[in-house]
């Protein structure tokens, strides 16, 4: 059994990875779960905490393993409740965040199916203070992060079908 006031080690990442950057294609989760498969149990809880605090375990290195889970427990139960989604409002424009998007990028009919992560808005190139830019935080299947104006991009109206122009 861990001690509970042990110290903590420094988690380590795939050199393929940034810190912090999830992946979501499939051989970015097998090279993950092999990495994971040949650490000790104990080197896997310091994996995930370094996870939850998005700190490369600095936190447990300078807390202690017992309080840097009792607060990794407490920040995942706050994400928890607050993440309750809101019902849709009728005639909204904005994707949910986590829906599947077509992205238009600069090459004439080139659309590329990305995820919603969130949103951000500027204001009016004319300084006007009624108008907005609105913008979608995207996420490519490789877990690449990119922007797009609300005008460049189009819900995904079933699997694969390509958006209207």
């Known amino acids: 059994m861990t001690d509970p006031n042990a110290t903590c080690t420094l988690a380590t990442t795939l050199p393929d990875r940034a810190p912090g ?12 779960l ?7 149990p104990e080197a896997m809880l310091h994996e ?6 998005g700190d490369g375990g600095h936190y447990c290195a300078a807390h202690g393993l017992a309080k840097a889970v009792a607060d990794a427990e407490s920040k ?12 849709p409002v009728v005639g909204d424009v904005l994707p949910p965040v986590n829906s599947r998007v077509w992205a238009h ?11 919603v992560v969130g949103y ?6 004319s300084g006007s203070s009624r108008v907005h830019r609105v913008f979608l935080r995207l996420r490519d299947d490789e877990g690449w992060p990119s922007a797009r104006m ?3 991009v189009q819900r995904v109206p079933g699997n694969k079908e390509e958006p209207h122009a």
Request: proline fraction near 5%; aromatic fraction near 10%; glycine fraction near 4%.
């Open 21 to 32: 950057q999830s992946s979501t294609s499939q051989a970015g989760d097998a090279r993950r």
């Open 34 to 40: 092999a990495y994971l498969a040949g650490l000790t």
């Open 48 to 53: 995930l905490l370094a996870v939850m605090h």
């Open 76 to 87: 995942w139960h706050a994400l928890a409740s607050a993440s309750t989604p809101l019902e």
């Open 105 to 115: 990028y600069a090459r004439p009919n080139e659309w590329r199916e990305q995820t």
């Open 120 to 125: 951000y808005v500027w204001p009016d190139l």
């Open 150 to 152: 609300l005008l460049d």
